[in-house]
């Protein structure tokens, strides 16, 4: 593999992907190389004749000066004004993902963008294409770094990327099917405004060549906007029966039943619950299609595939009770998507870490929209605010005469938990924060494991 990056190569930013970015240089012959990162930096084995520099602390971009390329890692955002000289001075600035789509030898690449739906998507299109005999890899924001794919790539594999508005920021090259969930706001603590990070989506598809495929929601104005800005002569369109489209869509949803080309998918029939994943589903199916996979061969693979970890993930009956663990719901939208599909008496617990998320919109719903809500537990920094948001809906404690829902803050989720059983027989247990878990858990992943933990415990 030939290496077009010219030297000194620096590295902003080296976490995961810096480290990714270290190797891959490494291995395709950059003898000088320049490390840059805010925190300590700490290098793996450094290969005789390759000279590497370090910059951290306040002032680690100075090593700006040294680089006549530099790649960004994912995170470090990248309309700075040293990176805006560094780039006017003559510098150039790539990424993992643009050198990934210059450098693959996939006889595919799948790129997946969205608020929500990411990872259960390209998780959907891996199985679809693994059942089907189809070689293929994810890789991105999702487990693998992109250069690593390159390590392993053959020319019969079909490479899945999911990619965050991060890694989208800069891009100028596109995959060959790109699909677009929905698009709504997020990371405003780093991207300036909504329609920055919009755009920042936008490159997923900006460039793609007319012979490629472009996936999206139909009823989702923002995501159709950036389908709009696609040159691929492919659009396939996912609908809902009862949206502003009125079903008409490659793909139609309407209420648990997925139809595409004739040929349905019950949601009955699958292992995931949810109506929200029928959406996901949907995408999956029609960039499988345009794969060259029959549509009647992704929708019978969709029965046996299993939600990832933390996704409103199943996790048994005890006692008469059902328990869902969505511990991956950091935002408010999520939580809308997750208490839709419940269809009996339900308890949520509710909470986490401070983003300055603004809950009025899942509070009216909650109140409003969801006649089997029966109890709320409330846990995080964000509790006392949750509550008054909810107060403000309209939330009005059990026995009195209005939602019959009662509400109560908790200082830890075991005793949230303990109150959420209260549902009895008959009814579920949810926990679909709606807010990162920082503070009470160092991330989502120990806070569903702290979960499923109370669940195996329970009975």
Same mark, same amino acid.
């Given at each position: ?51 590497? !520099? ?52 996939? !006889? ?52 899945i =990327?999911? =990619? ?14 790109? %699909? ?35 996936v ?14 696609? #040159? ?28 595409i ?33 029959? %549509? ?5 693979? =969709? ?5 990832? #970890? ?51 919109e ?13 109890r709320?537990?409330?846990i ?6 949750m ?37 009895? !027989? ?22 569903g494991?702290?979960?499923?933990r ?5 009975g």
């Open positions: 593999m030939q290496n077009t990056l010219v030297a000194p190569v620096g590295i902003l930013g080296f976490g995961v992907e810096g480290q990714s970015t270290f190797n891959y240089l490494v291995r395709t012959g950059i003898k000088d190389i320049v490390v840059m990162d805010k925190n300590p930096v700490t290098l793996p084995d450094v290969p005789a004749g390759v000279n590497v !520099k370090t910059f951290s602390g306040e002032g680690y971009l100075d090593g700006l000066k040294d680089c006549v390329t530099v790649v960004r890692s994912a995170g470090v955002y990248p309309m700075s004004q040293e990176l805006f000289k560094f780039q006017m001075n003559g510098g150039l600035m790539t990424s993992q993902i643009q050198l990934f789509l210059e450098q693959t030898k996939s !006889k595919k690449t799948v790129g997946v963008t969205g608020t929500l739906g990411k990872g259960s998507t390209v998780s959907m299109i891996s199985h679809i294409l693994t059942k089907c005999g189809v070689n293929n890899e994810i890789g991105g924001n999702f487990g693998v770094p992109a250069l690593d794919l390159l390590e392993t790539e053959t020319a019969d594999r079909v490479s =990327l999911e =990619l965050s508005s991060f890694q989208l920021m800069t891009l100028s090259v596109s995959p060959d099917v790109a %699909v677009v969930l929905r698009v709504s706001t997020e990371h405003l603590d780093w991207h300036k405004t909504v329609e920055e990070y919009r755009d920042a989506k936008a490159n997923l598809v900006r460039w793609q060549k007319r012979d490629g495929a472009c999206y929601l139909k009823d989702a104005a923002p995501t159709a906007k950036i389908a709009s800005e696609s #040159p691929a002569r492919t659009k396939y369109a996912v609908a809902l029966a009862d949206g502003p489209s009125a079903g008409q869509g490659d793909a139609v949803i309407e209420g648990a039943t997925l139809t080309d004739g040929e349905k998918l019950f949601l009955s029939d699958c292992k995931v619950r949810g109506i929200y994943q029928l959406e996901n589903m949907a995408a999956a199916t029609l960039a499988c299609k345009a794969l060259g996979i029959r %549509v009647a061969d992704a929708l019978e693979a =969709l029965k046996t595939y299993e939600t990832l #970890p933390f996704r409103m993930e199943f996790k048994g009956e005890k006692g008469g009770i059902e328990f869902f663990n969505d511990s991956y719901a950091t935002r408010p939208d999520a939580t809308i998507a997750a208490t839709a599909s419940m269809d009996r008496p339900f308890a949520l617990i509710l909470g986490g870490s401070e983003k300055n998320a603004d809950f009025t899942l509070s009216n719903i909650l109140v409003k929209e969801r006649p089997n809500l029966r709320i537990a409330l995080g920094a964000t509790a006392e605010r509550l008054e948001s909810l107060s403000q809906a309209g939330l009005e404690t059990a026995g009195e005469n209005g939602s019959g829902i009662q509400a109560a803050i908790f200082p830890t989720l075991e005793e949230a938990f303990q109150d959420s059983l209260s549902i009895g !027989k008959g009814g579920i247990v949810i926990m679909s924060p709606a807010c990162a878990s920082f503070g009470l858990f160092k991330n989502y992943k120990e806070r494991k702290a979960f499923d109370l669940v195996e415990n329970y």
